[in-house]
């Protein structure tokens, strides 16, 4: 116990090759931050500054170039594709969720 608690609050790191499989419609949370965000429409929101875990489901914290921000549920309602190779998120925003 001793030697494990020498580790609490460090940051365990798994190169890419060791990673689990990801099955369809799962990302690593790694790979979100810095994705930019689109709506439905093609509006451009701004980008992924984080990632917020609240236990029912991930919250996105989107940045636009003006400041303001915009949290977006990780809900299928909301989330239409995410294309981890062009870090483009494309999102459908909910009633209440414009800034």
């Known amino acids: ?9 460090g940051i365990i790191r798994i190169e890419d090759g060791e990673a689990l499989p990801l099955g369809d419609d799962e990302y690593y949370v790694r ?3 810095g994705m930019t965000v689109v709506t439905d429409e093609g509006e451009p929101l701004g980008e992924i500054k984080d ?12 940045g636009g ?4 921000v915009i949290l977006i549920p990780a809900i299928k309602q ?14 459908t925003l909910m009633e209440g969720l414009r800034p």
Request: with cysteine; aromatic share 4%.
């Open 1 to 9: 116990m001793t030697e494990a608690d020498k580790l609490r609050g």
């Open 31 to 33: 790979d979100l931050y």
């Open 51 to 62: 990632v917020l875990q609240t236990g029912g489901n991930d919250v996105y914290v989107v």
């Open 65 to 68: 170039e003006l400041g303001q």
């Open 78 to 91: 909301c989330i239409g594709n995410i294309d981890i190779n062009s870090r483009r998120m494309v999102v």
